[in-house]
């Protein structure tokens, strides 16, 4: 009546052992790091960057527990934060010799001690967040009125192809701010170019202007499509910051927006406000222009002469002189992906770039009136521009799929991807408000957290040890269970837990063993009515079943409401609290019943059941369960 089949118990017992297992890695702590970045191309971490490292630790009489190469930086680990601190500095001096003109981020960061067997099984902590683990909190502005100039130095270009189609002889297209100003020779010539901008350019309005001798007619930006620019330039330094500072590998970000033109960052285990500063001044923006080839262009580029007027220099990666026309063909909006890989034909290092439709329109235009000719895609970091790649253009491309391939090696073809697909910025931001959360505060808040869980868990199993005797152990084993099981799934889920969470981890403990003391109730309540303890066990289940999966599904839906509906802290909380109701019910039905099968199930002349005191009706209480 009251037993598992065989395979159940298999299932709890791998249930178990997978629990224990993830969520082991919590329990070893983090070390104190240094971890350094690389921030331009052409500066790659290898081997020779370990042996500096070494050899700057050296000099200082310091050590590292260990030194790594992982996900394209490279991570030094220490016994204390003093060591770390002074390792810091060395580093700092060792690889940046020219602090004008940094090519490393050396930044402090918390390394998690989970053993390699451990990790070559994929357990991993949980990521703590800014409340639990300190780190730095900012708050940036993102310069709005940069994010329309841009926008109308696009349309700008646009407007030039489109007139060019159209042959309309116009006499210049120029930029002043997010205003375009188009001039014409005679009445005619204006009326075509106010015509084609109502037909292909809604975003833009047009208002005539007198002028002296011809005809001047300005296109400004709507209204409507100026806060459709700001919300997408906010959407996408969103998506760039986090995919830069995920992919270096630097933190578990928080990134939210704050209003209608500001981010908040938060860097957890990121020690150092300048440090920090330096891995967000890392984003960057994406230009493609096409080299200027004239005889001055290139006595400009040998050194020999002048910039000309209209043309822009730029530095490549080895220090070569670049010089590149100032009309923006393509920005970073109009790149959707970039993945590192080989060349068809000749199996050489390459980068192949994804376009949108629009970016993939202007990129056949160009190819195709420009065969023959250099194109450079221009990188701008901290207001300097690197030029990654400059090809020559061999045919027409279309189809919005790119190739850069040439002298490259594997590693650069994927340092490159990366700057390509994360670099990215719409705007321009400037950091506004800064905030440092100290390590130690953040142990203060993890001591605090765990003891409330820990000392809520052991009152728990007390009161129901005491009132309900075997049982009351069972559900507490249960309970145990319960807790493994949502610290696993939050490490598998690599949830970020800050206080708030652990503010549920406490609640979800209570409503856990709600479940079971509906369970043991009406175990209680079918031993007063006189049935065998085997029938009020099996009986006792059953109906507390309904109740238990009533009331955790309405508490699903207020969590799944709070996740939805909620941001910051409250999400936290939310996951936290969801997890915990699934965890909570298998548990506390399917777990200890488990136990309660495998020390009763095999009892048929079963006559008591160690559930505390049973007070019958109108008669004599009985004592652990006893049936008449």
Same mark, same amino acid.
């Given at each position: 009546?009251?037993?598992?089949?065989?395979?159940?118990?298999?299932?709890?017992?791998?249930?178990?052992?997978?629990?224990?297992?993830?969520?082991?890695?919590?329990?070893?702590?983090?070390?104190?790091?240094?971890?350094?970045?690389?921030?331009?191309?052409?500066?790659?971490?290898?081997?020779?960057?370990?042996?500096?490292?070494?050899?700057?630790?050296?000099?200082?009489?310091?050590?590292?527990?260990?030194?790594?190469?992982?996900?394209?930086?490279?991570?030094?680990?220490?016994?204390?934060?003093?060591?770390?601190?002074?390792?810091?500095?060395?580093?700092?001096?060792?690889?940046?010799?020219?602090?004008?003109?940094?090519?490393?981020?050396?930044?402090?960061?918390?390394?998690?001690?989970?053993?390699?067997?451990?990790?070559?099984?994929?357990?991993?902590?949980?990521?703590?967040?800014?409340?639990?683990?300190?780190?730095?909190?900012?708050?940036?502005?993102?310069?709005?009125?940069?994010?329309?100039?841009?926008?109308?130095?696009?349309?700008?270009?646009?407007?030039?192809?489109?007139?060019?189609?159209?042959?309309?002889?116009?006499?210049?297209?120029?930029?002043?701010?997010?205003?375009?100003?188009?001039?014409?020779?005679?009445?005619?010539?204006?009326?075509?170019?106010?015509?084609?901008?109502?037909? %292909?350019?809604?975003?833009?309005?047009?208002?005539? #202007?007198? /002028?002296?001798? +011809?005809? !001047?007619?300005?296109?400004? $930006? =709507?209204?409507?499509?100026?806060?459709?620019?700001?919300?997408?330039?906010?959407?996408?330094?969103?998506?760039?910051?986090?995919?830069?500072?995920?992919?270096?590998?630097?933190?578990?970000?928080?990134?939210?927006?704050?209003?209608?033109?500001?981010?908040?960052?938060?860097?957890?285990?990121?020690?150092?406000?300048?440090?920090?500063?330096?891995?967000?001044?890392?984003?960057?923006?994406?230009?493609?222009?096409?080299?200027?080839?004239?005889?001055?262009?290139?006595?400009?580029?040998?050194?020999?002469?002048?910039?000309?007027?209209?043309?822009?220099?730029?530095?490549?990666?080895?220090?070569?002189?670049?010089?590149?026309?100032?009309?923006?063909?393509?920005?970073?909006?109009?790149?959707?992906?970039?993945?590192?890989?080989?060349?068809? %034909?000749?199996?050489?290092?390459?980068?192949?770039? #994804?376009? /949108?439709?629009? +970016?993939? !329109?202007?990129?056949?235009? $160009? =190819?195709?009136?420009?065969?023959?000719?250099?194109?450079?895609?221009?990188?701008?970091?901290?207001?300097?521009?690197?030029?990654?790649?400059?090809?020559?253009?061999?045919?027409?491309?279309?189809?919005?799929?790119?190739?850069?391939?040439?002298?490259?090696?594997?590693?650069?073809?994927?340092?490159?991807?990366?700057?390509?697909?994360?670099?990215?910025?719409?705007?321009?931001?400037?950091?506004?408000?800064?905030?440092?959360?100290?390590?130690?505060?953040?142990?203060?808040?993890?001591?605090?957290?765990?003891?409330?869980?820990?000392?809520?868990?052991?009152?728990?199993?007390?009161?129901?040890?005491?009132?309900?005797?075997?049982?009351?152990?069972?559900?507490?084993?249960?309970?145990?269970?319960?807790?493994?099981?949502?610290?696993?799934?939050?490490?598998?889920?690599?949830?970020?837990?800050?206080?708030?969470?652990?503010?549920?981890?406490?609640?979800?403990?209570?409503?856990?063993?709600?479940?079971?003391?509906?369970?043991?109730?009406?175990?209680?309540?079918?031993?007063?009515?006189?049935?065998?303890?085997?029938?009020?066990?099996?009986?006792?289940?059953?109906?507390?079943?309904?109740?238990?999966?009533?009331?955790?599904?309405?508490?699903?839906?207020?969590?799944?409401?709070?996740?939805?509906?909620?941001?910051?802290?409250?999400?936290?909380?939310?996951?936290?609290?969801?997890?915990?109701?699934?965890?909570?019910?298998?548990?506390?039905?399917?777990?200890?019943?488990?136990?309660?099968?495998?020390?009763?199930?095999?009892?048929?002349?079963?006559?008591?059941?160690?559930?505390?005191?049973?007070?019958?009706?109108?008669?004599?209480?009985?004592?652990?369960?006893?049936?008449?």
């Amino acid at each position: 009546m009251n037993r598992y089949p065989l395979w159940k118990y298999a299932m709890l017992v791998v249930a178990l052992l997978i629990g224990a297992l993830y969520a082991l890695p919590n329990l070893y702590g983090e070390s104190p790091a240094v971890q350094v970045s690389s921030i331009r191309a052409s500066v790659v971490l290898d081997t020779g960057t370990v042996m500096r490292v070494e050899q700057a630790l050296a000099a200082q009489q310091l050590s590292a527990s260990t030194i790594e190469l992982q996900d394209n930086s490279l991570r030094a680990r220490f016994v204390s934060t003093d060591d770390q601190i002074k390792a810091r500095d060395a580093i700092e001096r060792a690889l940046n010799t020219d602090p004008a003109d940094p090519g490393h981020v050396v930044a402090l960061s918390l390394l998690p001690n989970t053993p390699d067997w451990l990790a070559r099984l994929g357990a991993a902590p949980m990521y703590l967040g800014l409340d639990l683990r300190g780190g730095v909190h900012f708050l940036l502005q993102v310069d709005m009125p940069a994010a329309l100039e841009r926008r109308a130095e696009v349309l700008a270009g646009e407007l030039r192809v489109a007139l060019r189609e159209a042959d309309i002889r116009h006499g210049g297209v120029s930029r002043s701010g997010d205003t375009l100003e188009l001039r014409a020779r005679d009445a005619p010539t204006l009326a075509a170019m106010r015509s084609l901008i109502e037909q %292909q350019f809604p975003d833009l309005q047009t208002s005539q #202007t007198p /002028d002296g001798t +011809g005809f !001047r007619l300005q296109a400004r $930006v =709507t209204p409507e499509a100026a806060r459709r620019v700001q919300t997408l330039a906010l959407q996408q330094n969103k998506t760039t910051l986090h995919n830069r500072i995920n992919e270096l590998g630097v933190a578990e970000p928080v990134i939210q927006q704050q209003g209608v033109d500001r981010i908040v960052v938060q860097l957890p285990g990121v020690q150092d406000t300048a440090r920090a500063k330096e891995i967000l001044g890392r984003t960057a923006t994406l230009e493609v222009r096409l080299l200027d080839e004239s005889s001055a262009g290139l006595a400009a580029e040998r050194g020999t002469g002048p910039v000309p007027f209209g043309s822009d220099r730029f530095l490549d990666s080895e220090g070569r002189a670049v010089i590149v026309q100032r009309e923006v063909l393509l920005t970073g909006e109009n790149l959707t992906d970039a993945q590192a890989g080989f060349d068809s %034909q000749t199996q050489e290092a390459a980068v192949h770039l #994804t376009l /949108d439709a629009k +970016g993939a !329109r202007i990129f056949r235009d $160009v =190819t195709r009136a420009n065969v023959g000719k250099r194109m450079a895609i221009i990188l701008f970091e901290k207001g300097r521009g690197e030029v990654v790649t400059a090809p020559v253009i061999r045919t027409e491309i279309g189809g919005g799929r790119v190739q850069i391939s040439g002298a490259m090696t594997t590693m650069e073809a994927s340092n490159t991807a990366l700057l390509l697909r994360a670099g990215s910025l719409a705007a321009p931001m400037e950091i506004i408000e800064e905030r440092t959360i100290g390590p130690s505060l953040g142990v203060e808040n993890i001591e605090r957290g765990f003891n409330s869980v820990l000392w809520g868990f052991l009152l728990i199993v007390l009161f129901m040890s005491a009132y309900y005797a075997l049982f009351g152990v069972f559900s507490s084993i249960a309970l145990a269970f319960n807790v493994v099981l949502l610290v696993s799934v939050l490490s598998m889920l690599q949830a970020t837990l800050t206080l708030p969470g652990m503010a549920a981890m406490a609640l979800a403990l209570g409503m856990a063993i709600d479940s079971n003391v509906l369970i043991n109730e009406r175990i209680r309540e079918e031993l007063r009515r006189g049935l065998p303890p085997q029938t009020a066990i099996q009986n006792g289940y059953e109906t507390a079943w309904g109740t238990i999966l009533d009331s955790n599904v309405t508490s699903l839906i207020a969590g799944v409401a709070l996740l939805i509906f909620g941001s910051g802290p409250v999400r936290g909380f939310a996951v936290v609290h969801c997890i915990g109701i699934l965890t909570s019910m298998f548990s506390s039905v399917v777990f200890s019943r488990g136990l309660v099968n495998l020390w009763y199930g095999r009892q048929k002349k079963l006559k008591t059941l160690s559930i505390g005191t049973v007070w019958r009706p109108e008669a004599e209480p009985t004592l652990a369960g006893k049936t008449k």
